[in-house]
């Protein structure tokens, strides 16, 4: 991607922002001023305390310039290393927005395709998707707006797979055969002091999480028009187009229960359609192990958001994002801002009723004797494309603890039913335990056996309940 210098819309120079050195704040930017400041401020200071950030950041742009940018809190809570307006913060799926952005430029060159190419007709016969249908049919539009029906895999992306991005494109995507995939690895190595470690919140203590291959790395400057304001990536304007319908978000923020409405109705191609206060609205988010970013834009007004913060890796994060940005979005529209220090840390309270907390604990049961010997269990279990799931039995407390990638690891508790198990979630992912109070024992996890009646595989519908990954034992 290095070396391609395009042009994407004013508002996107947010992305710019977020990877070059940019002023604390503008000044003189005609719609900022010491109040408005005082006030993000206070709000945000008011959010990272009631909802557990170590840090966070926040830019805000207007018509093509930097309004304001800060840091809070902290990137290294360790060594009290702050926040500043440079810090990096991994984005994760913001970068959708890259992708669809160098898309649309190579769509403009080219005559000969188009958003609804079929993607075999680019990369050749080699190309193969989970049935012919598909490998036929999968236009480059279909991919980039989600529709292909494919698995998201999400419960392995918050493994956090032990290898580099190198590794993971060469060894696992570009199998052989993907002669002609062309994927940009030249990352840049410049300086990544200033980058922000994850942390995830639980009983009140911070803790840092693994780190991961995390530097998010090419350096990519898009502009959609020059200097004469002359549109240099006609094809841009169809990734901001709806695509697909989406379900209603929880809590809906709609009249009249809330003072305004803060909507996501469709998908488009790297962003999400909606209003925000009757104006058309552009978003996204992006979260990785406890970072979590939010992306706003509001094109008509040429006014931009973005928050991220580095904790505590539950929805407390993405809540603080989405209220910073909204929060932010009212002082550059002249609002009054809908929530205050009050109604942001009891958001969705008074609006909405919030869903009580389910209550999570971790029964340390008596340990069910399965019909098999635990010590038929333990192995190096491999998957072709995710790679090694570890079990390993402990004699002195007759015990069963798996491993997986850098964050994933706990306990399997037998289940009534032989070769059926629970998987808990070790630090640093306990808190997701949280997110599946149908399992308080741990997510279920089913061992497979041969013709002969030996162990010889794992399924973990963890990583993707609806086509859960088998690893075989070698
Ligand atoms: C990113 O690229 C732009 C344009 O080439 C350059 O001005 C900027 O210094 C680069 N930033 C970093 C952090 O490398
Ligand atoms: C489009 O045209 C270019 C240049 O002739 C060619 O290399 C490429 O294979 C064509 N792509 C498709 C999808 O037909
Ligand atoms: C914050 O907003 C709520 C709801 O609009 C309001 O009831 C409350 O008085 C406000 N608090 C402060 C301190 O302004
Ligand atoms: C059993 O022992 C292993 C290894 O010492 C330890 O990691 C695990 O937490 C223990 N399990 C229980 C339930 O005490």
Redo the contacts with the bound molecule.
Sequence with gaps: MQGI?FTLTAVLILF?SF???IPIHTKTHKNWDEEKEEKLNSFISALMQCRDSAGMFISLVKDGEVAFTSGYGFRDMENQLPVTADTRFNIGSLSKAFTTALAADAISKNQNVTWDTPLKDILGDMFHLQDDFRTEEASIRDMFSHKLGMPSYWGLSTAGLDMSRREIVMDRIHLEGMLDSRVSLDM?E?EWENSAYSYTHVDGEYSVNPELDQKPSC???IQSQNGEGETLIPSLTETHKASTAMGRESPRVQKPAFPVDDMRLTYAMGWRNGMYRGYEKLQHTGSYSSYECHLRLLPDMEIGALACVNSPGDNRGSRSTTLATAFGLDLLLDEDPWLNETTGCTYPDPWARQTPPTPVSFPVRQLQRSTRDLQEYPGTYSHEAFGEFIVTYHAENETLTYRFGILLNGELKPADIVDDFYMTLGHPLTYRMAFFPEYPEGYPIYFGTSEEGDVVSVTVPYFEFSFPPTFNKP
Excluded: C, P
């Design positions: 210098l710019v990877t070059v050195s840049t410049e350096n990519v400057t």
